[in-house]
């Protein structure tokens, strides 16, 4: 079974950039088919997609397309998250997915962006 993990700092000033890493077991991030995704909720709202990487190649939320980066590195068997710029806004739980049926979830981390 696929078991993913998140790791990084739970805590990130104003305008610095959020860094974030998935460390994936029982699968490779290698394999053909899968979406190796970044979600995340902010308080009161409903999940929100940021973007995911398949196969080394990155989809963003258009919304947020200009401050996110997602890569990989295929040694470790991680995926890497960086959002810049971050304001308080950004406070949410981000949870690192395999996105292609059946999907696995990470256990999800708190991101608190304040000075």
Known sequence: QVQLQESGPGLV??????????TV????????GYDWSW??????KGLEWIGYIRRGSTYYNPLLNSRTAISRDTSKN??????SSVTPEDTAVYYCA?????????QGTQVTVSS
């Open 25 to 32: 077991s029982g699968g490779s991030i290698t394999t053909n």
């Open 13 to 22: 000033k104003p305008s610095q950039t959020l860094s974030l890493t998935c």
């Open 39 to 44: 979600i995340r909720q902010r308080p009161g």
């Open 98 to 106: 395999q996105t292609v049926s059946p999907w696995y979830w990470g």
């Open 78 to 83: 991680q995926y890497t998250l960086q959002l």
